[in-house]
T-cell receptor, first 114, second 117 residues
Framework: AQSVTQLDSQVPVFEEAPVELRCNYSSSVSVYLFWYVQYPNQGLQLLLK??????LVESINGFEAEFNKSQTSFHLRKPSVHISDTAEYFCAVIGNSGYSTLTFGKGTMLLVSP | DTEVTQTPKHLVMGMTNKKSLKCEQH?????MYWYKQKAKKPPELMFV???????INESVPSRFSPECPNSSLLNLHLHALQPEDSALYLC????????????????FGPGTRLTVL
């Protein structure tokens, strides 16, 4: 079984400031990792994913995340946030072998203010 | 195209009503999912269909009845719901190339906001 910990339930930040949303996971098998974003009153959108290969993955809107196997982390970063980045961000993990379903963290609300 | 569509967008129903939620994808995905999401919480898995067969039921009450008429469509039939069933219901799909592995990336629809009076 897998578990995901997002320690920060809410992260307030000013516009154009950098931000890091933390995600740690626990698993007895190798995993695939995802970040999903949910804007108010909308469904989940895939932001980025790590399946294999380069440990640094990037999204088209400036976010990036780095898979760190030794620290079992997949933190999400953006060097300069916009008001429009205000949303709930969910980290999710799935084991890449055996029986496994997608496990979500509790989410982090990113609040960007002017 | 990574679009999953859901109808209706909003639904208000009484506890004695029967209604259905619909989900559609045209990405050729063979796994489809229903999730329930309460406010300020992550999605909770309800059902998984793999190749049009129900493969996972996460102990969901029988007042929720899923149906997969074909590889592109997924329905959730609702009957005799309770006010605590009010939530956002999300549909998702993934390729499921290995039939039952569920490790392929899941793409979500916009959800149906359900209110039970």
């Amino acid at each position: 079984a897998q578990s995901v910990t997002q320690l920060d339930s809410q992260v307030p930040v000013f516009e154009e400031a950098p931000v890091e949303l933390r995600c740690n996971y626990s698993s007895s098998v190798s995993v695939y990792l995802f970040w999903y974003v949910q804007y108010p009153n909308q469904g989940l959108q895939l932001l980025l994913k790590y399946l294999s290969g380069s440990t640094l993955v990037e999204s088209i809107n400036g976010f990036e995340a780095e898979f760190n196997k030794s620290q079992t982390s997949f933190h999400l970063r953006k060097p300069s946030v916009h008001i429009s980045d205000t949303a709930e961000y969910f980290c999710a993990v799935i084991g890449n072998s055996g029986y496994s379903t997608l496990t979500f963290g509790k989410g982090t609300m990113l609040l960007v203010s002017p | 195209d990574t679009e999953v569509t859901q109808t209706p967008k909003h639904l208000v129903m009484g506890m004695t009503n029967k209604k259905s939620l619909k989900c559609e994808q045209h990405m050729g995905h063979r796994a489809m999912y229903w999730y329930k999401q309460k406010a300020k919480k992550p999605p909770e898995l309800m059902f998984v269909y793999s190749y049009e067969k129900l493969s996972i039921n996460e102990s969901v009450p029988s007042r929720f009845s899923p149906e997969c008429p074909n590889s592109s469509l997924l329905n959730l039939h609702l009957h005799a719901l309770q006010p605590e069933d009010s939530a956002l219901y999300l549909c998702a799909s993934s390729q499921d190339q290995r039939g039952g592995s569920y490790t392929d990336t899941q793409y979500f629809g916009p959800g149906t906001r359900l209110t039970v009076l």
